[in-house]
T-cell receptor, first 111, second 115 residues
Framework: NAGVTQTPKFQVLKTGQSMTLQCAQDMNHEYMSWYRQDPGMGLRLIHYSVGAGITDQGEVPNGYNVSRSTTEDFPLRLLSAAPSQTSVYFC??????????FGPGTRLTVL | QKEVEQDPGPLSVPEGAIVSLNCTYSNSAFQYFMWYRQYSRKGPELLMYTYSSGNKEDGRFTAQVDKSSKYISLFIRDSQPSDSATYLCAMSGRYSGGGADGLTFGKGTHLIIQP
């Protein structure tokens, strides 16, 4: 198993641009989530999904969109990037024993 | 007041020392407590997972939860240079953190084990 994979590893955007951060898992986990990690702030939940076709907001959802068309994929869309969205983004999934697996992260800089 | 407080360090100790990492929290609804290890430029990986108060041991690692004091600890025995990383505490009212609340994380403590 590859576990949780994320692409790209790094990205630089200009203010106002849009992009999609990709997340995939091959463990057949129903629950997936997106966190952002900022210095001095810890990790904060952006959006989560309890299964294909079902998504909901976490603590900091503004400026982000998600969809879950398959069990494997959970992309995160930035609609109009802002410098405040400069962060490291982690995707995670939870197995049936409730252990949360994190991906390697995407480092995003918005200029 | 933040829900979870964790000293960011850095904490530097010599190889072989016993390391104590701590978090305090304010939300009495938290029932599940986790410790994650995060190496530089990597994703967090789960080290320990405990429910309610008590101790749990796994090899060189011991997790301790004191719900009456709202205080959790991670002890590392016989510390190794490979233990150098950032250690994040996390907690949830709902097992591993599924749902709208997700996991509430501390900011992480940067640990350095000197050879």
């Amino acid at each position: 198993n590859a576990g949780v994979t994320q692409t790209p590893k790094f990205q630089v955007l200009k203010t106002g641009q849009s992009m999609t951060l990709q997340c995939a898992q091959d463990m057949n986990h129903e629950y997936m989530s997106w966190y952002r990690q900022d210095p001095g702030m810890g990790l904060r939940l952006i959006h989560y999904s309890v299964g294909a076709g079902i998504t909901d907001q976490g603590e900091v959802p503004n400026g982000y969109n998600v969809s879950r068309s398959t069990t494997e994929d959970f992309p995160l869309r930035l609609l109009s990037a802002a410098p405040s969205q400069t962060s490291v983004y982690f995707c995670a999934s939870i197995d049936r024993l409730d252990e949360q697996f994190f991906g390697p992260g995407t480092r995003l800089t918005v200029l | 007041q933040k829900e979870v407080e964790q000293d960011p360090g850095p904490l530097s100790v010599p190889e072989g020392a016993i390391v104590s990492l701590n978090c305090t929290y304010s939300n009495s609804a938290f029932q599940y407590f986790m410790w994650y290890r995060q190496y530089s430029r990597k994703g967090p990986e789960l080290l320990m997972y405990t429910y309610s108060s008590g101790n749990k041991e796994d090899g060189r690692f011991t997790a301790q939860v004191d719900k009456s004091s709202k205080y959790i600890s991670l002890f590392i025995r016989d510390s190794q240079p490979s233990d150098s990383a950032t250690y994040l505490c996390a907690m949830s009212g709902r097992y591993s953190g599924g749902g709208a609340d997700g996991l509430t994380f501390g900011k992480g403590t940067h640990l350095i084990i000197q050879p």
